[in-house]
């Protein structure tokens, strides 16, 4: 299955909010994954099965969708949330496949 | 706390060979499956292998398969990645992730992740 996100690269002032999509070639029911990699950092998991946040995780992160479109929504935005998110879907496997990430810069 | 030290890594020459070890402190490797993952230069995410159940079930992307092998070993709560016949291509952070499985369908989500070790193959 190919993950296709959208936009590449996104730029966006502090307080305002984002929206990331990610698409699936094909239905990935509602597992998919949500990723945030920080610069010169791993990975962190902040949204499984589509719409649940991980353990420790913002309200501001919010996840939709199910089938073949997604789209991550980040509220009020801060200078900590400028990192790389990738998608990742869990429903056909292996090989469990991501997107190409979307950067988000806070400017 | 729960954390994942990976080591290893290197320099090594095309056609070499590297073993990767992911030490996991405050939580039992036996009772996870555990997954390795990499990240080219400037690159996005790869699946590379995951080890679930009692060890003996693996799966490999098939960019390595028949180079690269996953194990465990539970009384040293390691898990570990031995890396044969490498190429430039395998250039790339190494993860070592703890892995959850979806209730619904068994499917692998990645909710714990080392900081990563570096693997360069050049001459």
């Known amino acids: 299955i190919v993950m296709t996100q959208s936009p590449a690269t996104l730029s966006v002032s502090p307080g305002e909010g984002a929206t990331l999509s990610c698409r699936a070639s094909q239905s990935v029911s509602s597992h998919l994954a949500w990723y945030q990699q920080k610069p010169g950092q791993a990975p962190r998991l902040l949204i499984h099965?589509?719409?649940t946040r991980a353990t420790g995780i913002s309200a501001r992160f919010c996840g939709s969708g199910s089938g073949t479109e997604f789209t991550l929504n980040i509220s009020s935005l801060q200078s900590g949330d400028s990192a790389t998110y990738y998608c990742q879907q869990y429903n056909n496997w292996p090989p469990i496949t991501f997107g190409q990430g979307t950067r988000l810069d806070i400017k | 706390e729960v954390q994942l030290v990976e080591s290893g890594g290197g320099l090594v020459q095309p056609g070499g060979s590297l073993r990767l070890s992911c030490v996991g402190s405050e939580f039992s490797f036996s009772n996870n499956a555990m997954t390795w993952v990499r990240q080219a230069p400037g690159e996005g995410l790869e699946w590379v292998s995951t080890?679930?159940?009692?060890?003996?079930?693996?799966y490999y992307a098939d960019s390595v398969k028949g180079r690269f092998t996953i194990s465990r070993d539970k009384s040293r709560n390691s898990l570990f990645l031995q890396m044969n016949n490498l190429r430039a291509e395998d250039t790339a952070v190494y993860y070592c992730v703890k892995t959850a499985l979806a209730r619904e369908n068994g499917g692998w989500k990645f909710d714990l992740w080392g900081q990563g070790t570096l693997v360069t193959v050049s001459s």
């Open positions: 080890l679930v159940g009692d060890g003996h079930t693996t």
């Open positions: 099965g589509a719409s």
